[in-house]
């Protein structure tokens, strides 16, 4: 059980809130044998007003549906129904700051062929928001992301991640907190499961899409920048390119924002606390906690795009 789920841990399953001790999969599918299952990571947060709130829950759970029809998974449930059954898998679980793992995964059939239908579970389990001041030293993964002519890599599938799980353990071997990993042409692609910027003469660069997944907090942190009118560029660039760089940061939904001290044996030069990194790790911060969102979730109008 490890620290996600205890006894009495409540889970959605297939409409139903059952025991997570209790809940069964099939060991005779697809998604054990094969990795062919799609999943979200979602965070919810205690407001400042102290009302919980799923950060961009529609975002998510819009990607949930189109990596399940990326890969011609059955699915049948809305948005909505997904939303409240979170809502409700987090009120019956006791959680506010929380991390929520939905995951939409086949029955039985060891084939290649199509299913007739999809289970579906959501996961959630306490989390803390980070944001801290730790900066990670990363590390440029001997991995490539998968290749998008042989994946959908803007799909949230499960196989996906053998790659992210071998350039993480290679880099936490080799002493890294965390792998950088190119794309097929050797630039800068993304983490194991977060996106990267970089800070250079007051402007913020991101690989560009094609070969990344364009994750919901990169693109909470383009729109931070256009709010506060900070340049940014979607760019392909190389690894020496990032070695001139003033300061870099992963984001996503887990990572949240968090900085780098340096990049294999490149330290960046900027104080992370003098750079414009830090100010969007900031505004992050503040919005994913900020309460006048919150009103228009009580709307039920699930709006949570900054407004
Ligand atoms: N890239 C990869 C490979 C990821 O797994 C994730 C996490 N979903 C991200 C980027 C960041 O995406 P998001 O901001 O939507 O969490």
Known sequence: MGNYYHEGTIIWHNGRYVKAAEALIDLYSQSMHYGYSVFEGIRSYRTEAGYTRIFKAREHYERLYSSAKALNLPYHWSVDELIEATYEVLAVNDLQDAYIRPIVYAPANM?????????????????????????????????????????????????????????????????????????????????????????KNG???????????TGITRATVLEICAKAGIPTEEKVATIEELKTADAAFFCGTAAEVVGWSHFDDYAFPLPWSESISHQIQKAYKALVTESKLTEKIMNKSYISTPA
Do not use: C
Not at 139 to 154: A, E, V, W
Not at 161 to 178: P, T
């Open 203 to 213: 402007r913020l660069f991101t690989p560009a899409p094609g070969n990344i997944l």
């Open 111 to 199: 084939t290649f062929a199509l299913n007739e239908e999809s289970f579906i579970a959501i996961k959630a389990w306490g989390m803390a928001p980070f944001l801290g001041e730790k900066l990670l030293r990363v590390m440029t993964s001997s991995f490539q992301r998968p290749n998008p002519k042989g994946f959908h890599i803007l799909a949230k599938a499960s196989g996906h991640y053998v790659n992210s799980i071998l350039a993480s353990q290679e880099a936490k071997a080799a002493g890294f907190d965390e792998a950088l990993l190119t794309d097929g042409n050797g630039m800068v692609a993304e983490g194991p499961g977060a996106n990267v910027f970089f800070e």
